[in-house]
Each structure stands twice: as C-alpha cells, then as structure tokens.
C-alpha cells in the first residue's frame, strides 16, 4: 500500500527540503514501521540540532517532539505506534509549537 | 450607528464588508489571553479594526528581551506592567473603543469568569497548560477560540468553534514541555496577523475561517501550509459538546 507523508518546517528540512512522500509499505503496516521506514530509509533524524540544544524527535522507538497526525488525528489518540494505516492514508509531521 | 468620525476612521475596511458589519465589530467584545508576543499585534489590529469592547490579561512585567517582539511595549516601559503599557497603546491607537487591560494569572478558578459574556477568545499565551485551560474555558461558554503559537520563524494558527471543529486537545493531546523559545518578532507579527484576521472574519461573516485547518507558517522558506484536522470523539475536553 502507498500512504502520503507531509513533512513540515525543520522536519521537511531535515529531509533536504521535501515536503512530500509517497511511502510503499505492506498490507497492515503500522505507524511504527511507517517510523522506521522513515528513519531507516528516507533518513528522518532522530533528533535535529539547534542553535541551542536539539530537537529530539525519537527517544528510542518512542516519538518525543514531533507532533504526528494520520488523516487529521493525533497518533496518540488513536493506537500510537499501533495505528494501523490504510492505503492512501496522509500522515503529517512536524515539530511542537507553543510560544506567544 | 456609526459616527461621522467611525465612518472616517473605518472607511477603507467599510469598503470591503460595508457599514452594517463595521457595527457588528463595534458591537463585539474579544478577549485576549496574553500582551506579549502574539497578543501585541493581535490587539493592535483588532483595536485598530474597531473592536468596541477588548480585555487583555497578562500578569507579568516588561523585560528588555521581550522588546524583538513584543510591540504593545517600549523601552521606558521596562519593569512596569504590561498592562499597563497595553491598556496605553490601545487607548492612544483608537479612543473610541473600550479596553479592559487586567494584571492576573489565569488558572482554573478564574478564567470562566475573565471570558463570560466574550464573542471571541484569542489564544496569545505561551505554554499548553494555560492553553488548555483557555480551550476547555471556551467550550464551556460556547465561544470561538483563536488559538496561535510561534517558534522562530515558524507559527501555526487554527480557529477553534466549539461544537463543530476539533479543539485544542483533539490536536494537542500532551503539552510540549515548557521551555523559553527563540524567536524572531515578525514571526509574532505573522502569526498574530492571521489570528486578527480570523476574528474579524468571524465577527462579520466574511470569508472562510481556519476551522478544522491548521494553518502552518515556514517563515525560514517562506512557506504556507495548511493541514486538515479531525476532532476526536473522545476529547476529553470537548467531546459530545
């Protein structure tokens, strides 16, 4: 099955500036392999340096600070690194915002 | 009715929506959560619109690193009140609105009745715990949510009706862990501009709002984004309401 990441802000630039992924993964992949596919393939970091400190994305298999959405969903609020992914399924990436 | 002088001073806006809803924005009462990054500008070009009735609450005081971003503010105001300058600022930009400027730290005994009887709620904090508190204040009381947040030159912007589109928690499950954050002014300006326009929209009826639509700016690339959003059925702060 084919599912669509969108990378955004210093996650698509980590990636070289892509901002957009057509992922081949087999039937009843999950969010967990759709993780490491990314890792181990696309070269997602596990963390990003800043100016000051890192951005630390992955802290194991865990997902750290990096906001996840599937289809407009927080992976979190579904079943986490077992989400299940459909064929056509978009899954959005990008890092946590809170200031004002 | 409109005055001469409202007719004078909103007449380029007046063009666009016409006079009826210039009233509606006299009319309207907005409350802003924040006068620091975000609620600088946001609060400026809402009072500079004609919003009749603004309350902005901070509680902390102006410190020289907030002054890259922070606008409502200036030098000399160092170490008073951002209120202070605030309530100022706004008055001296349009006399002809009423503002509320309050010096309190929202928490959960008091922030039902700082936004009782607003029309909108505009988000100008800068952590999630307060955030949420806003969130969950602004379903209670049926009231639109503008939620905004900036990092560096990055933003992100959402419009928030509480009963049709996902809140702040069917996103944002867990807070980020609290932390100071670089950023950029204009990035504040950005950011605080698309929440602005965003009431405006919605108190007039023009346009199409930010709802379900996480709005994501890449000011390093000069990049707009936009990401659909889903509510969660079982948001603990919003679901079945």
């Given at each position: 099955m084919k599912v669509t990441v969108k990378l955004f802000l210093l996650i698509r630039d980590a990636l070289g500036g892509e901002g957009e992924i057509e992922v081949r993964l087999n039937s009843g992949a999950t969010m967990s392999d759709l993780l490491s596919t990314l890792r181990e393939e696309y070269g997602l970091p596990d963390e990003i340096p800043l100016r000051r400190g890192v951005l630390k994305l992955f802290e194991g298999k865990e997902v750290k600070e990096m906001?996840?959405?599937?289809?407009?969903?927080n992976f979190k609020l579904l079943e986490g690194l077992e989400t299940k992914l459909e064929n056509g399924a978009v899954v959005a990436l990008f890092p946590p915002l809170f200031g004002g | 009715m409109l005055t001469e002088n409202e007719l004078k001073r909103y007449e380029r806006q007046i063009r666009i929506f016409g006079e009826a809803r210039?009233?509606?924005?006299k009319n309207a009462r907005v409350f802003i959560a924040?006068?620091?990054g975000l609620g600088s500008p946001v609060s400026?070009?809402?009072a500079a619109a004609g919003i009749g009735r603004i309350r902005i609450v901070d509680h902390e005081k102006v410190e020289l690193n907030n002054l890259n971003r922070q606008i409502l503010h200036r030098d000399e105001d160092t170490g008073k009140k951002k209120v202070v300058s605030a309530l100022e600022r706004l008055k001296k930009l349009n006399p002809d609105i009423q503002v509320e400027a309050i010096s309190e730290m929202m928490d959960e005994n008091n922030v039902l009745e700082l936004v009782e009887g607003f029309d909108a709620i505009v988000d100008?904090?800068?952590n999630f715990y307060t955030r949420y508190l806003l969130n969950r204040a602004a379903i209670a009381r049926n009231i639109a949510f503008f939620h905004g947040a900036i990092n560096g030159l990055y933003g992100q912007a959402t419009t928030i009706i509480p009963g049709k589109t996902a809140c702040l928690r069917c996103i944002f499950p867990e807070p980020p862990p609290p932390t100071t954050f670089p950023v950029i002014g204009a990035t504040c300006g950005v950011i605080g501009c698309i929440q602005?326009?965003?009431?405006?929209?919605y108190l007039v009826r023009i346009g199409s709002l930010l709802e379900n639509s996480l709005l994501l700016w890449d000011g390093l690339n000069g990049k707009i984004d936009q990401i659909k959003l889903e509510r969660n059925p079982d948001c603990i702060d919003c679901s079945g309401k």
């Open positions: 906001v996840v959405l599937k289809d407009g969903r | 210039q009233e509606r924005l924040g006068a620091g400026i070009y809402l100008g904090l800068d602005a326009t965003e009431v405006i929209k």
